[in-house]
């Protein structure tokens, strides 16, 4: 596994892979890897020749009062992961090569990313949609792969990727969660033992959700409701947002009648959490049925 800590090395690597006819899956993270990362390269290496995970925490992606100097950062370890995983390249360029002095060019994808995060993260898309044209034009892969558990991140890549004619397949992969259910994130890692056991409420309160729906609930307030309910019975939680959005337009939707995505954000002691799923109603005869039997 090589370690590229230069944006021009990169590029060169890149550009002699693609000379050689070979193709490039990139994952692209702010490090602090975790199985959630180690999913995305495993599949990658399965689908593509050269595997490149580049690691960057991303500065213009943070408010002001968010995390950025506190956010876990530990490069030999995560060597150490990526190259079990399969990875063929670790891509770090430090923060005064991507935003070199002067710097002045940014990515905004319009209307995706006022709502749920963006709403509360402003700017945050803006940074995210900046720095992933910025890797993609370095790494120049034929796919690139990102995580459901940023499901707002990968729909507004997958609208630049296609609003631009990026020319880059993107493959979005399944939530990785802890035995209990938590969503794996590199920001767990700054919960105590007490608020990581509130932190369960996030994925259980999705499964009342899922529950709720199963059982032919269509109205997204009644559910919104319930988690919202779940959610405040924990002391130590504060929501964010509990939103039903369409999968495609992140609108909140008034009745559930395809498939939704339900989304939270959810403060645990001072860490802000996200976890989501994505549910589809039961067929009208279904719940009519169950209706007669109860
Ligand atoms: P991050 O390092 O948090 O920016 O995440 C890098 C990539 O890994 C993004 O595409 C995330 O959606 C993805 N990812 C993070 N956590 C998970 C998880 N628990 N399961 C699957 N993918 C994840």
Redesign the pocket.
Known sequence: MKLVDSISRMATLARMYKKEGKSIGF???????????L??VRTAKKHTDVVVISIFVNPIQFGETEDLDKYPRDIKRDEELARTAGADIIFYPPVSQMYTDGYSTYVFVEGLTDTLCGASRPGHFKGVATVVTKLFGIVKPDIA??????AQ??IVIKKMVEDLNVGIEIKV?????EEDGL????RNAYLSEEERRDATVLYRSLEKAEGMTKHGEKDPKKIIKAVTEMITEVPGAKIDYVSIVDTKSLKNVDKISQEVLIAIAVYIGKTRLIDNIMVKPVPEAHSARKGLAV
Do not use: N
């Open positions: 994952v692209p993270t702010m490090g602090a890897l975790h199985e959630g990362h999913s995305l792969y990102f995580g459901q558990k940023d991140q990968a992969l399944p939530i990785v969660r969503a794996m994130s590199s």
